[in-house]
Every structure is written in structure tokens, then in C-alpha cells.
Antibody, heavy 126, light 107 residues
Framework: VQLVQSGAEVKKPGESLKISCSGS????????IAWVRQMPGKGLEWMGI????????RYSPSFQGHVNISVDKSLSTAFLQWSSLKASDSAMYYC????????????????????WGEGTTVTVSS | DIQMTQSPSSLSASVGDRVTITCRAS??????LNWYQQKPGNAPKLLIY???SLQSGVPSRFSGSGSGTDFTLTITSLQPEDFAAYFC?????????FGGGTKVQIK
């Protein structure tokens, strides 16, 4: 089971970008994919998740409207996209599989991110 | 949003020490709490899920406890490979949120 992310990117402010995360070794359509940002020297920030089966997407309010999360389940690949990059978008971006485990006696699930990609470094500089 | 507060933000310890990291949620999250370890230059790695369950392959010196708003990650005998950053994360509700992290350094 692995997630493989696209390579490092260097862009200028205002440019667009789409990075990818390809899953293998498991049924890609049956697990949420999450995106997590880590700015240099900082902590982890959850950006959003997507269900590859039907492209159901949830965003953190902090990132809603600034990025677009999409998926091509035929390619077992999720994407994170910007239409107009800013210098403040410079960071490491991780994708992760969100695994669910049923909570006994309920219809609820414990969710956790059990498989992570290696990360994609995005540098935005003029 | 649920705020996750970790303490301490950093600590210095020696090999063989017992280390405890705490995480507090701004509201009751029952046991929807995960812990991750991150070494420099690497992606995070899942250690504990559902507050107390050890992820497969993780050494038994790692353990988690707590429920409601207060949680603890304990390393019973710190090993050289355990020097890293540790993050808690609530999975109770969206948006998912992480604690600020605890950096475990060599004394």
C-alpha cells in the first residue's frame, strides 16, 4: 500500500499549479484521501478530504476557496490545485489515506491517516 | 472548530527516559484522537488511533490514554530513533485539527 506524490514545484506568484497523489496496493475508491499542509518549520494543517468513489469533498474553512481538491478514480489519483499561487502557499504538501474503523455498537467510525505520501514541496517566488 | 493544545512544545530527554506528552481538546471529542510521529525530512507516521490503539508495527513502548478532552502519549523507554516531533489530531469532527506539536530532543 502506498501513495506516490508528484515532484517538487517552483512557481511564480499568480501561476497555476496542480499536484498529484497516486495510490496503489489497495482499493483506491474505498478510502478518503486527505491533504495536509506543512509550512517550513511549522506544524500540520488539514486542508480537506475527498472520497474517490463519488468525488464528495470537504474543505477546511481555512482553505475553502483557495484550493481545489479533485480525483480521477480511473487513475487512482487525487489532485490538489491552485489557480493563482501566492508566496504564502510555499510549503510541503502531503496526501494521506484516511482509514475508517467501525466503532463497536454504533454506526460511527474512527478515522485516522494511516498511509502518507512522501510530500510535494511547492515553492512560490518571484 | 475544535482546538487542540499540546504540551510541552518541546522537551529534552535521555535515552531510557519515560516521556509524556499531553494533548487537550477544546471540547469533548470522546476518544476520537490520533497521534503521529514525524522525523525531519519525512512524512508523518501514525502511532496511535482511537486514543489508545497501537498502529500495527509500532513498538509497544508507545502508548496512548485519555478520553473526553485530555489525552496522553507515553514513551516508556525513549530510544535514539524516537527523537522526533509528535502531533495529536482530533477525528471527532470536520475540520480535522492537529495540535501544535511536541519536539522531543536529545538531552
Amino acid at each position: 500500500v502506498q501513495l506516490v506524490q508528484s515532484g517538487a514545484e517552483v512557481k511564480k506568484p499568480g501561476e497555476s499549479l496542480k499536484i498529484s497523489c497516486s495510490g496503489s496496493g489497495y482499493r483506491f475508491s474505498n478510502h478518503w484521501i486527505a491533504w495536509v499542509r506543512q509550512m517550513p518549520g511549522k506544524g500540520l494543517e488539514w486542508m480537506g478530504i475527498i472520497w474517490p468513489g463519488d468525488s464528495d469533498t470537504r474543505y477546511s474553512p481555512s482553505f475553502q476557496g483557495h484550493v481545489n481538491i479533485s480525483v480521477d478514480k480511473s487513475l487512482s489519483t487525487a489532485f490538489l490545485q491552485w489557480s493563482s499561487l501566492k508566496a504564502s502557499d510555499s510549503a510541503m504538501y502531503y496526501c494521506a489515506r484516511r482509514m475508517g474503523m467501525a466503532v463497536p455498537g454504533t454506526r460511527d467510525y474512527y478515522y485516522y491517516m494511516d498511509v502518507w505520501g512522501e510530500g510535494t514541496t511547492v515553492t512560490v517566488s518571484s | 472548530d475544535i482546538q487542540m493544545t499540546q504540551s510541552p512544545s518541546s522537551l529534552s530527554a535521555s535515552v531510557g527516559d519515560r516521556v509524556t506528552i499531553t494533548c487537550r481538546a477544546s471540547q469533548n471529542i470522546r476518544n476520537y484522537l490520533n497521534w503521529y510521529q514525524q522525523k525531519p525530512g519525512n512524512a508523518p507516521k501514525l502511532l496511535i488511533y482511537a486514543a489508545v490503539s497501537l498502529q500495527s508495527g509500532v513498538p509497544s513502548r508507545f502508548s496512548g490514554s485519555g478520553s473526553g478532552t485530555d489525552f496522553t502519549l507515553t514513551i516508556t523507554s525513549l530510544q535514539p530513533e524516537d527523537f522526533a516531533a509528535y502531533f495529536c489530531q482530533q477525528s471527532h469532527s470536520i475540520p480535522l485539527t492537529f495540535g501544535g506539536g511536541t519536539k522531543v530532543q536529545i538531552k
